[in-house]
């Protein structure tokens, strides 16, 4: 029997830092339902965003001490009503499409409960069918604005298995090595990288996940010209195969995923080692 293959798409697309500016939200979702299209044209059956591919929201913006000062994030000044259409627009589109889309942004809790940062899972029926909840916060996350996550979550596209991991959980092996465990194919990162200052590095850690653990690994991230970062998919020996647009601009990159060998082989050669050791 011939090996089945699945056709994903990894995009890099503008990320704006204002939860506040609904004309903005509004931008940033028209960009991703455009790119949305784009993938499902060159034939994706997934396609991945990065996180703050809605909004990346600024400690500064949200402070509820004001912009002088870094405090605790007051949420009720973000967009909450247009964050939801919009969400519920891209679900609708993914059904339209046949597409399953990972798509991050933030998800409100009830009452004065932080929301945590996400990545919602939609189906190709246009219904949302998980979450996952960033688990390793920076020190500003943690201190003044999101909730932490506390479980790995995996989906199933074609008889796929894949994982998520947000923002700088991308920077412990331990999240890839827990879906390692999990047999996934493949783990879906999402990082935002929004500065100037070159995150080349996340790249180099990203490669290093999937060939440490032999499986893929899909790297979304801004259009950012300044970070020296861009989207991409590792295959299971860390070599890219595919990356966005060079020049930091919007846009997708599309590429096959299959299971060759080495997945199974790296995999039964971790566990053997890994009971030898703990017997």
């Known amino acids: 029997m011939p090996e089945t293959i699945l056709r994903i798409a990894v995009a890099q697309s503008t ?13 940033s979702a028209a960009e991703v339902r455009g790119l949305m299209k784009e993938a499902a044209h060159n034939g994706a059956r997934l396609v991945h965003f990065t996180e703050g591919a809605f909004c990346f929201p600024s400690k500064v913006i949200m402070s509820g001490l004001g912009p002088d000062e870094i405090g605790e994030s007051d949420w009720s000044k973000a967009e909450w009503s ?3 259409k919009e969400l519920d627009r891209i679900a609708k589109l993914s059904g339209e499409l046949g597409l399953w889309t990972v798509i991050p942004s933030v998800h409100r809790q009830p009452g004065p409960a932080r929301p945590y940062s996400s990545m919602y899972v939609v189906s190709d029926q246009g219904k949302i069918v998980d979450r996952y909840d960033e688990r390793m916060l920076s020190t500003t996350k943690a201190t003044w604005m999101y909730a932490t996550g506390d479980k790995p979550v995996t989906f199933e596209v074609d008889g796929y298995r894949f994982g ?5 959980d991308v920077l412990f092996t331990e999240i890839f090595t827990e879906y390692d465990r999990l047999d996934v194919d493949a783990v879906l990162v999402s990082y935002a990288s929004t500065g100037i200052d070159s995150n080349e ?31 991409g998919v590792s295959d299971p020996t860390g070599k890219w195969t595919v990356q966005g647009p060079a020049d930091s601009t919007p846009g997708i990159a599309v590429t096959d995923i299959h299971r060759p060998d080495v997945i199974q082989i790296g995999r039964d050669f971790r566990r053997r080692t890994r009971d030898r050791v703990s017997s």
């Open 15 to 27: 990320v704006r830092v204002d939860p506040t500016d609904a004309d903005g939200l509004r931008a």
């Open 82 to 84: 247009v964050l939801q």
């Open 201 to 231: 590095h996340v790249g180099v850690q990203a490669r290093g996940h999937a060939v440490n653990n032999t499986y893929w690994i899909s790297l979304a991230v801004p259009a950012n010209p300044g970070a020296g970062l861009d989207s």
């Open 164 to 168: 998520l991991a947000l923002g700088l």
